[in-house]
Nanobody, 127 residues
Framework: QVQLVESGGGLVQAGGSLRLSCAAS????????MGWFRQAPGKEREVVVA????????YYAESVKGRFTISRDNAKNTVYLQKNSLKPEDTAVYYC????????????????????WGQGTQVTVSS
């Protein structure tokens, strides 16, 4: 069983920044592919960013390119999402996800690819 705990959400004004963290349990975090997804009210869950187990491959949704950055610190079992130049449309619950046995060194973009999910953290961007 893998537990994921997100933190760092909150209320921020448009143009501001936030850094989300996702701490994972498990001794083999370095082999997990990780992803950040978000879900706004009335909308489906969508991928924001994803990173391969090696960190060598990343995926960014078009809407966040140039503003968000994903990184991982395997020594701390943590993946981060740095969010800059936030917009009101970034308002959503953000979820961290882990794929514990990736077959490829890929950044996985579909929710069904992931095995474990965090509880989510609310991010609200005011205009």
């Amino acid at each position: 069983q893998v537990q994921l705990v997100e933190s760092g959400g909150g209320l921020v004004q448009a143009g501001g920044s936030l850094r989300l963290s996702c701490a994972a349990s498990g001794r083999t975090f370095s082999s997990y592919a990780m992803g950040w997804f978000r879900q706004a009210p009335g909308k489906e869950r969508e991928v924001v960013v994803a990173i391969s187990w090696s960190g060598g491959n990343t995926y960014y949704a078009e809407s966040v390119k140039g503003r968000f950055t994903i990184s991982r610190d395997n020594a701390k079992n943590t993946v981060y999402l740095q969010k800059n130049s936030l917009k009101p449309e970034d308002t959503a619950v953000y979820y961290c996800a882990a794929k514990i046995t990736p077959h490829y060194a890929s950044a996985y973009i579909f929710p069904t690819a992931y095995d474990y999910w965090g509880q989510g953290t609310q991010v609200t961007v005011s205009s």
